[in-house]
């Protein structure tokens, strides 16, 4: 069934069952419809925020596995040549493989061809070499980074600091800036339990003791000058040990080598407490709730701002570590970027969790300015395979409203299709398209490309897609050489558009490299496509057509992008807001199959050859028309089941552009508390209850503005119900 969704109807939430939230009671006083206001009276309106950064093209690589720029620096200047020590073997997976940052600056042009602007490097940071496991489990080298012994130096098996300096002198003078991988949740694995235990402890039947052996809840001292002192022979439930003198010292800088600034509670479960408070794998997990763990963490990362001409940090495992660190650092790492000139310096955060609502709450919150976007993974993955329709997508799109804030939205999320730990693109595309040929799996690779690119968000490449590399799954799997591999898996892997994994694989002539070199000359060509509101104007039931207006506020240009994920030609009339007689093409997936013309009632016709993608654009500007905007209406709601989200709610008879800035006020106040602007129906922003005044009686408003610069207003009155108990 074809469902075209402009306009949009209001969304119903889903509400997610057993939360244990207290109930709030509703109650819905007063709904006043809005008529036309001039502009500017009584108005509070502010245009949609947009990130400094939506011309962005990130590509994250692994240094250790993009390019070996320097052959004598492969064992980590190690004196053995034992690679249980050194780390480096290069036919094992879970081993360094000589890649390094020289090796990077070597490949920039190669970057600067394909469009990058950023490089995302995981960490550099002097890692332990090699992890040895009990109970007969291989040993591990730290080639990806994650595994930090010292946080001020670079690891030798990548460089030196002098490297790193000239590599971001030599990606400035491309265009291109540098984003470091900043992990603060844990170090290396070097405190072992001395009792043994390695199940996690709970605080409640395990509580921390201070160094007199009184029990106390961390959570009361929080960030506080007054935290307890801490003794490591009786304040842990894990009591820390260390197996040598040497690792005693081990750490840089020396406060991470006293045992009491780490949690010690054991091995994190699957969830809850342990999720903050517990080792992942093994990984000494830092005490981020004492003052003295926030400081230490703040200078070592203002001191590599002040060193290096870095352009932003991308902030590892943000939901294992407490909120009230993140409310310190950011602002801290903030104000260093601008104290020592790293203009728009960019930040955002990975929090592994697919549910925009969740994914939302590091913005109200924590004020993370952006988050790895992984509901967009999951949803493109649905989409490009043909396993979902084009109305779930749609439907992922409505809820961008969760990420509104006054300073904030969905436009400014850091968009990808896999990485190093779920795995990539390909992978997925051949496991969920099993019976695809090679030109269908290399066509639903670019349509997903597509939709990285060509809708909003700021786009991440991991290094290897535009080369068509698949891997075998997540984690170690998806991390292969793009210099020539000697893992066996890895060479012999069957890569989607060619390739051979022995071989190097920076070639400019791939298929995928120019379909993708292409679509990101498209968005920068078109600024439309990187700030440009998104409104989704055509969803198919089932796999076929879906179709989003891309529209620049300022100068009322639309550009219409359309995709076809079915293995059939199909046909849409898509409802446009500018005229449907002047549009011209600026990309297209392929040359055959593919048109568009006037159609009926103000829309487009447009056919799409299978699994394709096209972009088109109007040059005349929307035009005013003769409709008036018609009439708003608005509503609040406090619902206990929506994670203690408000939902606020405008919903215009008009279907013009517009956008809708919504405030509240406590009931008798003279001005509004401002909540954020949605631009694209359904119009409304979810701000948590602590963003709303916690009153008895509230007033909301909303006030939309078309391209034009007419407005509307509409007010709601809020009371909050008292339960009168009935009996005795």
């Known amino acids: 069934m074809t469902l075209p969704l402009r306009p949009i109807s209001h969304c119903q939430l889903t509400l997610a069952a057993g939360h244990r939230h207290r109930r709030i009671l509703l109650v819905s006083l007063l709904l006043i419809l809005a008529s036309v206001v001039s502009r500017g009276e009584d108005s509070f309106f502010q245009a ?28 980590g200047r190690s004196a053995s040549a034992d690679p249980n020590e050194s780390g480096y073997d290069p036919a094992n997976p879970d081993f360094f493989h000589g890649g390094d940052l020289l090796g990077v600056i070597a490949k920039l042009d190669y970057l600067r061809h394909l469009g990058a602007t950023s490089i995302w490097m995981s960490p550099f940071f002097r890692n332990r070499a090699v992890q040895q496991y009990e109970n007969g489990v ?21 460089g030196s600091k002098e490297d790193l300096q000239r590599l971001i002198a030599d990606s400035r003078t491309r265009g291109i800036g540098m984003i ?25 039947s395990k509580p921390y003791l201070d160094a007199n052996g009184k029990p ?38 020396d406060w991470l080598n006293d045992p009491t600034v780490y949690h010690n509670r054991g091995e994190a479960s699957t969830g809850g407490e342990s999720a903050q408070y517990g080792d992942i794998a093994g990984l000494d997990d830092l005490f981020t709730e004492q003052p003295r763990v926030v400081r230490g963490m703040i200078d070592i990362y203002t001191n590599w701002i002040k060193e290096f001409n870095v352009s932003g940090f991308r902030l590892d495992t943000v939901k294992h570590v407490n ?34 609502a969740f994914l939302s709450e590091f913005a109200h919150r924590v004020g993370m300015p952006s988050v790895l976007d992984f509901g967009f993974q999951r949803a493109v993955r649905g989409f490009a395979s043909g396993a979902d329709a084009p109305a779930k997508l ?47 799996l290399l066509a639903r690779d670019m349509l997903a490309h597509a939709v990285l690119f060509f809708t909003r968000g700021i786009p991440a490449i991991y290094y290897g897609d535009e080369q068509g590399f698949t891997g075998r799954g997540g984690d170690v799997a998806a991390r292969e050489d793009m210099f020539g591999s000697k893992v066996p898996e890895y060479a012999q892997e069957k890569r989607i558009g060619g390739g051979d994994g022995s071989a190097q694989a920076f070639n400019e002539d791939h298929p995928l490299f120019r379909a993708i070199r292409e679509m990101i000359s498209v968005r920068k060509q078109n600024p439309t496509l990187q700030r440009g509101i998104q409104i989704v104007q055509y969803a198919d039931g089932k796999p076929g057509i879906f179709a989003v207006s891309r ?20 046909k849409a009339n898509i409802k446009v807001y500018s005229s449907a007689g002047n549009w011209e093409r600026v990309f297209a997936s392929g040359g055959k199959g593919i048109s568009f013309g006037p159609g009926p009632n103000n829309q487009l016709t447009v056919e799409l050859a299978p699994w394709s993608t096209l972009v088109l654009r109007n040059p005349q500007p929307i035009e005013v028309g003769m409709e008036q905007p018609g009439e708003l209406r608005l509503e609040a709601n406090r619902n206990s089941e929506i994670d203690g989200r408000w939902e606020v709610k405008a ?43 916690n009153a008895a009686g509230l007033e909301f408003k909303a006030v939309a503005r078309d391209l034009f610069g007419r407005e509307l207003k509409a007010e709601f009155d809020w009371q909050r119900r008292v339960s009168k108990r009935i009996g005795p």
Request: proline share 7%; hydrophobic share 35%.
């Open 216 to 253: 106390f809840d961390d959570r009361d001292y929080i960030n506080g000058a007054e935290f307890p002192q801490l003794d490591a022979n009786i304040s842990f439930p894990v009591p820390p040990m260390f197996l040598s003198d040497q690792d005693r010292k081990i750490k840089v800088p």
């Open 48 to 75: 949609s925020a947009r990130s400094v950064h939506l011309g962005e093209v990130i590509y994250f690589l692994l240094p250790d596995r993009f390019n070996d720029g320097d052959l004598s620096n492969n064992n």
């Open 323 to 356: 909120n009230e660190f993140w409310q310190s650092f950011i602002p801290a790492i903030q104000e260093a970027a601008q104290r020592f000139g790293r203009k728009d310096f960019f930040i955002f955060g990975e929090v592994y969790d697919y549910d925009p």
């Open 551 to 570: 529209i620049d506020r300022e100068n009322r240009e639309e550009m219409l992008v359309i995709f076809n994920n079915s293995s059939e030609m199909n």
């Open 394 to 440: 749609a439907e992922f799109f409505t809820k961008d409203a969760y990420y509104t804030t006054p300073t904030a939205n969905a436009y400014g999320l850091v968009t990808f299709l896999g990485n190093h730990d779920l795995g990539r693109i390909g992978y997925f595309l051949s496991n969920d398209a099993s019976s695809a040929s090679d030109d269908e």
């Open 651 to 693: 919903e215009a008879s008009s279907d013009k552009v517009m956008a809708v800035s919504f405030g509240v006020r406590v009931k008798g106040e003279t001005s509004y508390k401002f909540l954020g602007t949605s631009d694209s129906p359904p119009y409304r922003v979810l701000p948590t209850w602590d963003e709303v005044p």
């Open 138 to 158: 291989p040993p591990k080298a730290g080639y990806h980074g994650y595994w930090i012994l010292d946080f001020t130096d670079v690891d030798p098996h990548f």
């Open 180 to 204: 470091f991988d900043v992990v603060v949740n844990h170090t290396a694995d070097v405190i072992q339990p001395k009792n043994g235990i390695h199940t996690y402890q709970y605080k409640f």
